[in-house]
């Protein structure tokens, strides 16, 4: 009884039981921040988690003991029709100290079980009939939960054709898509999810205007291999990896790159030579200011390419370079 009585007057004086900000990932000045001091971090995607999340612990356990610090992965929304899997994987991410960043719809119809990409109409208004509701649940569901990093709004999303008519109905999407996620959840990082090298409606400086309301800049390291930091040296000062980190900085944001690839058929199926070449990539890309470089794709089943398990020499650069940071 008297506690009862000692609830409802913390309720009533209005202390809140939701952890502290500091507890949060949070962005300032162009880095990301995690209990109160500068976090960097090497990632993995492992695309296809949520389909595996009662193998989620022999998963994370093994990410975590090559120092991976955050996975990206699948979340849309006929995946979470009751949030039970993602319920697992956040337990999960919790016993193993990492933490997560869902992305919450495609425009790919890959894994989504869409018929087709989606349309300039669905980004203009079809949004905000099922899409807008699944945010507002997913916020609301999970807003106290630490082990989030942040959600990514989509994966690669555009507009085609590239005319400035379509750019503004992405940018406002990129706006309104982001409040309504905020509205239910204000405690973490929002970003797009753009793919960052030239797609329809976010070529030259719509990337950076899609990114106005964003907390961090996003973008994909792929197509340069033999290049450590792509378009360092390339003439064209936009659409490429390198321009979409300067322009990350001009807006004093923390810039991640949430999907980089290396095909092993484009080294011959060397995996020493691909994990050196990682080991190059994320060198330049930490010292020239990122906050964030998330592998793809890690792999407990074989599944494409581009992928990699616990027995790739890749695992190693990551610990190693993760130590480091």
């Known amino acids: 009884m008297r506690l009862l009585a000692a609830l409802a007057t913390l309720s009533l004086t209005g202390v809140s039981y939701s952890p502290s900000p500091s507890a949060f990932v949070a962005a300032r000045r162009g880095q990301l921040f995690r209990a109160g001091k500068p976090f960097r971090f090497v990632g993995v995607n492992c695309y296809r988690l949520i389909e595996c999340a009662d193998r989620a612990d022999d998963i994370l356990a093994t990410l975590r003991q090559h120092d991976v610090r955050v996975v990206r992965f699948w979340a849309f929304p006929h995946q979470c029709t009751d949030f039970s899997n993602l319920d697992k994987l956040i337990a999960a991410a919790k016993r193993h100290d990492i933490l997560l960043l869902p992305v919450l719809e495609n425009h790919w119809p890959d894994c989504n079980g869409a018929p087709a990409v989606k349309s300039r109409d669905w980004y203009a208004t079809g949004w905000k009939e099922s899409y807008a509701s699944y945010l507002r649940a997913v916020g609301a569901r999970y807003r106290d939960e630490t082990n989030i990093l942040g959600w990514q709004l989509s994966n690669e999303p555009e507009i085609y054709p590239d005319t400035e008519e379509n750019f503004a ?8 898509a982001a409040r309504e996620l905020k509205r239910a ?99 330049a890309f930490f010292a020239a200011g990122g906050s964030g470089y998330i592998l793809w794709n890690f792999e407990p089943w074989p599944d494409s390419d581009y992928g990699f398990d616990e027995t790739d020499p890749l695992m190693q650069v990551i610990a190693k370079v993760s130590a480091r940071l």
């Open 169 to 176: 109905v992405l940018q406002t999407f990129a706006r309104e």
């Open 185 to 283: 959840d204000s405690n973490h990082l929002v970003s797009l999810g753009l793919l960052g090298l030239g797609q329809p409606s976010t070529t030259g400086q719509r990337f950076p205007a899609l990114h106005a309301t964003a907390d961090f800049v996003s973008a994909h390291d792929y197509g340069y291999m033999d290049e450590p930091l792509a378009g360092r040296d390339c003439p064209m000062r936009e659409n490429n990896f390198y321009a979409d980190l300067c322009d990350a900085r001009a807006l004093r944001k923390p810039f991640v790159a949430t999907e980089a690839g290396i095909a092993l058929a484009w080294v011959k199926q060397d995996r020493d030579r691909r994990a050196e070449q990682f080991r190059a990539k994320l060198d």
